[in-house]
């Protein structure tokens, strides 16, 4: 069963309807085909009529969207031979971020992913991808290596934030975050990273401060999610949606504020009705942003990111 986002409700109630015609057409039943082909095609216009006209509250309901298509399934999409690396070796491993080698496109590569799950077995093994210290220092061990063997770095980057918890503040969250930002800044390697879900706040940003950064068109990525900041500024969680508008957390908004360099289209009503499909898109900007970096040595590589990095906030803020 599909599910279906409140603002969705008009094209639940036409895709149930077509579900039931179907299932009494089947042998034995009535051909009522053309009562189908109507109804899917009224489907498709509600669905193209929602979407074009999204709220900034509704992209960020679709870019959590629980069957949207998460880390784990990119790496099993665009990654052959993948093989994965555990452990900070200081503390623990974290299954809230995922990382190995693999091949990309015949390439030798590091990926690393934040992973939130996809049923509530796997959500709460992943910690609904919010990483403790040991996965930031996991993704800056892991950084660091691909940098010693000279393996360009992809990232996928679905996470609502580090995990607040006391036992990860005891442990030093903000220090690990900060040294895997550091460690993205100062890799000799390419570093390619994608926003597929939701970007939150430095938990997000510790695996994405790449020489290219891509965005999914409905993903969103933000200093802090909605609510939490709802709570801050007006005391009332209920506020969300103002706060989203107010965020500026669209990928239209942040390419526009230079934020991120490219936004990958997504399938008619999100990237959870076509995986594979987004998927693909996504594998193909990747490559897109990869194959001019290639020819870089490490100190121009860095020296790029460096003033990419610098220049973040002078100009297309307005």
């Not at 550091?182 to 994608?194: D, G, H, K, M």
């Amino acid at each position: 069963m599909r599910h279906f986002l409140d603002f969705e409700k008009p094209i639940a109630e036409l895709e149930g309807k077509i579900d039931e015609l179907r299932r009494l057409s089947e042998p034995g039943g009535i051909n009522i085909a053309d009562e189908v082909g109507r109804l899917s095609a009224a489907a498709e216009r509600q669905l193209r009529a929602t979407y074009a006209k999204l709220t900034t509250w509704q992209k960020t309901q679709v870019a959590r969207h629980p069957e949207r298509p998460h880390a784990s399934d990119y790496i099993t999409g665009l990654i052959s031979d993948f093989t994965p690396l555990a452990g900070d070796r200081a503390f623990a491993d974290d299954a809230a971020v995922l990382g190995g080698l693999g091949r990309f496109h015949g390439r030798s590569v590091m990926v690393i992913g934040t992973e939130k799950g996809s049923d509530t077995d796997t959500r709460v093994a992943h910690n609904f991808g919010m990483a403790r210290p040991e996965g930031y220092r996991k993704a800056r061990r892991l950084i660091e290596m691909a940098g010693r063997f000279g393996l360009p770095i992809l990232s996928f980057v679905d996470t609502s934030g580090a995990f607040p918890g006391i036992d990860a503040e005891e442990r030093g969250q903000a220090e690990a975050i900060a040294r895997s930002i550091a460690a993205c800044l100062e890799a000799p390697v390419p570093l390619i990273a994608a926003i597929i879900g939701e970007g939150g706040s430095g938990g997000a940003v510790a695996l994405a401060a790449g020489d290219g950064v891509l965005m999914l068109e409905h993903a969103i990525y933000s200093v802090i999610s909605p609510e939490g900041c709802a709570s801050i500024l007006w005391r009332d969680a209920a506020q969300a949606p103002a706060a989203a508008d107010a965020l500026r957390l669209t990928a239209d908004d942040l390419q526009r504020l230079h934020l991120v360099d490219r936004v990958v289209a997504e399938p008619l009503g999100g990237a959870h009705r076509d995986p594979q499909a987004t998927i693909r898109a996504v594998g193909e900007a990747m490559m897109e942003l990869l194959a001019p970096l290639l020819g870089l040595d490490g100190p121009t590589r860095k020296a790029r990111r460096r003033e990419k990095f610098l220049a973040l906030g002078h100009d297309g803020l307005a």
